[in-house]
């Protein structure tokens, strides 16, 4: 069965400090793997996505994510984090009729 | 920039009476889906919906629940009769094509409260 863990339900860093968020996988075939965020009062919004080729995809507000299948893993990173990015983040593994299944979240609180 | 729109924001409602849930998906998308995050949880997949009919669904959505696209804009999620537990963030979610060639956009969720 499909499944996602995000192993850090709160993590808290200095602006301008890297960020890593934690995602692993449990999936069958290979997985079609996003991460979201939602800030407070909006919706899921996509950061990045992958499907297949490169393994490490990049995505919106300067979010990278690296697929790595031997860890059955897909770590969020962000080099230098700002205060806009506060928020939630979700990971998810995406099946072939877009039925998601999420990950409980990692909570980001950025502090000056 | 596009986007899928619910109301409303937040809805209390007390057990056992029925709630109707909107979301306006993107105009062009054709897939339409149902999320639930009751707090603290994951966010859980209930329902799919494609040409007029659901195309899928999880145990969640059982006969309490139901959906409906009564116009050619809005897409409703129907609680018939509301439990305590049925207490979550709801998100509604379109697409324009189903798989992975695409990418569902997500609504900003209806808090439901029932009480």
């Known amino acids: 069965a499909q499944s996602v863990t995000q192993p850090d339900i709160h993590i808290t860093v200095s602006e301008g400090a890297s960020l890593e968020l934690r995602c692993n996988y449990s999936y069958g075939a290979t997985p079609y793997l996003f991460w979201y965020v939602q800030s407070p009062g909006q919706g899921l919004q996509l950061l990045l996505k992958?499907?297949?080729?490169?393994?490490l995809v990049q995505g919106i507000k300067g979010f990278e994510a690296e697929f790595k299948r031997s860890q059955s893993s897909f770590n969020l990173r962000k080099p230098s984090v700002h205060w806009s990015d506060a928020a939630e983040y979700f990971c998810?593994?995406?099946?072939?009729?877009?039925?998601?299944?999420f990950g409980t979240g990692t909570s980001l609180t950025v502090i000056p | 920039e596009p986007e899928v729109t619910q109301t409303p924001s937040h809805q209390v409602t007390q057990m056992g009476q029925e709630v109707i849930l909107r979301c306006v998906p993107i105009?062009?998308?054709?897939?339409f889906y149902w999320y639930r995050q009751i707090l603290g949880q994951k966010v859980e997949f209930l329902v799919s919906?494609?040409?007029?009919?659901?195309?899928?669904k999880s145990e969640i959505f059982d006969d309490q629940f139901s959906v409906e696209r009564p116009d050619g804009s809005n897409f409703t999620l129907k609680i018939r009769s509301t439990k305590l537990e049925d207490s979550a963030m709801y998100f509604c979610?379109?697409?324009?094509?189903?798989?992975?060639?695409?990418?569902?956009?997500f609504g900003q969720g209806t808090r439901l409260t029932v009480v």
């Open positions: 998810a593994v995406g099946n072939t009729g877009n039925q998601f299944y």
């Open positions: 979610a379109s697409s324009e094509l189903r798989g992975r060639a695409s990418e569902a956009f």
């Open positions: 992958y499907f297949s080729g490169d393994t």
């Open positions: 105009s062009n998308h054709l897939y």
């Open positions: 919906f494609y040409n007029n009919e659901i195309s899928e």
